[in-house]
């Protein structure tokens, strides 16, 4: 009995040091084997290089068949997208990787509203590009905002966000108002004022169930991205507060939000989405890549309802980068991705299919939508209408905070007046203590 | 708790008896220098060595993932917690020893999350519990298909957060939702279910208990079936009706059971974060414009990875886990008074 549970107990032992040796130089096998493939991959030409590209909610570019064109073109190359839905839970993730100097893709996708953030904090972990690319392609400001101050230009420009009003055609005629896209626009043209007094107007005689505008919100972040000064001064100085673009932003949405003519939705939220499905809004501010959106969530019974005119004040309202980090391991081959894929003529096949608008003004002469989307939008100019914005949109400063800011204004201030009754002031108070907050002060 | 308490033991006298007994045998063997059975001395050292570790290799991976995965991200929150660190220049950190937990007592932000924490667990813990006593006390019952009964209370618990949460977002969305469509039948205006302060968070706490509810009930089931079942003949014989076996039988054998399932769910309801941010939806991690449903794990989010203060969510972090040691705390004073009672 003993002598068995001894011998028991040794083979166990041996059994466990056993498995722990073997698993240890399994190993050391398996990291020298992974070391010989990848070298000789990279020497020889032989093997496959895996490019990696990390990218938030929806880019067009494997919806556009360009992953599968530069494959055909490159046969050594092999294009894998990451894709992450929201941009509030990617960013804090590529952030993390970049400092961990790990885990990062080979190409990273950045959104407007962290570029900043991304040129003052990460600027050393970025490949610049500069060097690579005739920046001269793409507009001015978008490569101000992708360049750190000692003259790094860390991001290609991928699409831009201009602005114009798309508008539900059978509703407004519905209501009495003037339906011609062009008659409209002279309407409002210069003043977001005017557009609110159009909104008063349709709602005397609004449809049943519809109001004129999705959200108080939208309208201020429509409003704020046609000023010049936003949250931050040139010298990188927080002004949102003393700002003359937030004041005119921030009383403009004030009027809608106590005018009753809201259907009081928060924008990328599900019922927002029913909203569109439903017709249950008659006007929303446009930037070029909600025209696809607004395709997909209206469906069908939409199409050909819809029409675009031109904004009030031209804007910009989003648009991305993609930049290569430095912890990248096929460097040169992302850069040469990142060209291709930022090209002009990338960016026109983009437009076609996914509307989302060229940040190179020399596509814009070739920029031709789906037929799909012409008709949806009752056969508006809509490569006209967004290029004559595109053309006026003024430069914006921005800051490393001004996403927590923009979201403290709109989802606590905005929705406190709109949806909770709350007062203009007792609005801006509670925006002003979640700024704090942001702030840390 | 009598069935856990069981399966323990057998593996824990038996663990206690082997090694107890066998390096003790080694020792003697060692002292008096010769080893037993006539083997080479390296055979000796190598089993006195084998009688040693061997335990210590064996429980091992717990407690190297349990360092890896656990300690050192507690340690190391604490130690962010002492410092000023924000989420794009982690490498810079600079001493601001309590700044943190001081600047955290003194924010309305925090106190609103911790009164909401407590408010949404005690509304979503203690229906849920109740209704999943009942439950299992129903199941308990003689029923034709029983297991395809029990099978269901299961699945909402088997459902993703994300999921069952979306669901609710869209029946509780205030325009063309269905529960406002089923109050304007009973001609009650329709709620604003986000915006609204209570009315938040009993949509919060609803999804809560849907998810838990049937959980519970098994966990309760199978306490209740370890009942022997000679007590309710006796109590019948008595002249005990249902109502009274459920009172003076099931509910005090049930006793350690129910105490089992309020910690777990207490703690839970501390943690308590998927629900919110995702009823929340886009911004979900403020919990309302006036943070009318933030919990302290979505203020943490918040802070940490929206904002981008990782020095203050590491406190609210470090805070939070300060609670539930006292939680925990409480929890062995009442067990000790039961006992004590009993």
Known sequence: MRTTTRRSHRLLALAAVAALTTGVLAGCAGDSDDGDSSDSGNNAGGGKTTLTIGTFGVFGYKQAGLYDEYMKAHPDITIKENVTTRTDVYWPKVLTRLQAGSGTDDIQAIEVGNITEAVQTQGAKFVDLGKDVDKSQWLDWKNAQATTPDGKLIGLGTDIGPMAICYRKDLFEKAGLETDRTKLAAQWKGDWNKYVDLGKQYMKKAPSGTKFVDSASSVYNAVLNGESERYYDKSGEVVWDKSKGVKNAWDVAMSVATSNMSAKLKQFDKPWDQGYANASFATVACPAWMIGYIQEKSGEAGKGKWDVAAAPTAGNWGGSFIGVPTASKHQKEAVELAKWLTAPEQQAKVFAKQASFPSTPSAYSSLKPATATTEFFSNAPITQIFSDSAKTIPAQVFGVKDQPINTALTDIGILQVEQKGKSPEQGWDAATNEIKDVLGQ | ?342
């Open chain 2, 1 to 342: 708790m009598t069935s856990p308490k069981q399966a323990l033991a057998h593996p824990a006298s038996s663990v206690e008896a082997a090694p107890g007994s066998q390096p003790g045998a080694a020792r003697g063997a060692d002292g008096r220098g010769t080893p037993p059975e006539g083997k080479g001395p390296w055979r000796s050292r190598l089993y006195r060595w084998d009688m040693k570790a061997s335990p210590y290799v064996f429980i091992a991976p717990f407690f190297i993932t349990f360092g890896a995965f656990s300690l050192v991200p507690l340690l190391y929150t604490a130690w962010y917690s002492l410092h000023n660190v924000q989420l794009s220049s982690l490498d810079t950190q600079t001493w601001a020893g309590l700044d943190n937990y001081k600047n955290l007592l003194s924010s309305d932000f925090f106190w609103n999350a911790l009164k909401n924490t407590f408010t949404i667990g005690v509304i979503s813990t203690v229906p849920q519990l109740m209704a999943a006593i009942g439950l299992a006390h129903l199941l308990n019952y003689k029923l034709r298909g029983s297991t395809v009964w029990r099978v269901v209370m299961l699945t909402p618990y088997a459902t993703s957060v994300a999921a069952a949460t979306l669901v609710f977002t869209l029946l509780y969305s205030w325009d063309g939702g269905m529960v406002n469509w089923l109050l304007d039948f009973v001609g009650i205006d329709p709620i604003n279910w986000r915006e609204s302060d209570w009315g938040s968070q009993f949509a919060v706490s609803s999804i809560v208990i849907w998810r838990w509810t049937g959980y519970n009930a098994l966990i309760y089931l199978a306490a209740m079936q370890a009942i022997p079942a000679d007590l309710y003949e006796s109590a019948a014989i008595d002249g005990a009706n249902r109502w009274q076996q459920f009172r003076h039988v099931t509910v005090p054998q049930l006793r350690p059971t129910i105490l089992f399932t309020v910690v777990v769910s207490t703690i839970g309801a501390t943690q308590l974060f998927g629900e919110p941010l995702l009823f929340g939806g886009v911004s979900g991690s403020k919990g309302g414009s006036e943070h009318q449903y933030q919990t302290l794990g979505l203020y943490m989010y918040d802070q940490g990875w929206i904002i981008g203060n990782l020095g203050k969510a590491s406190a609210i972090a470090w805070s939070m886990f300060l609670i539930l040691l006292i939680i925990a705390a409480i929890n062995l004073l009442v067990t000790r008074r039961l006992r004590k009672s009993q």
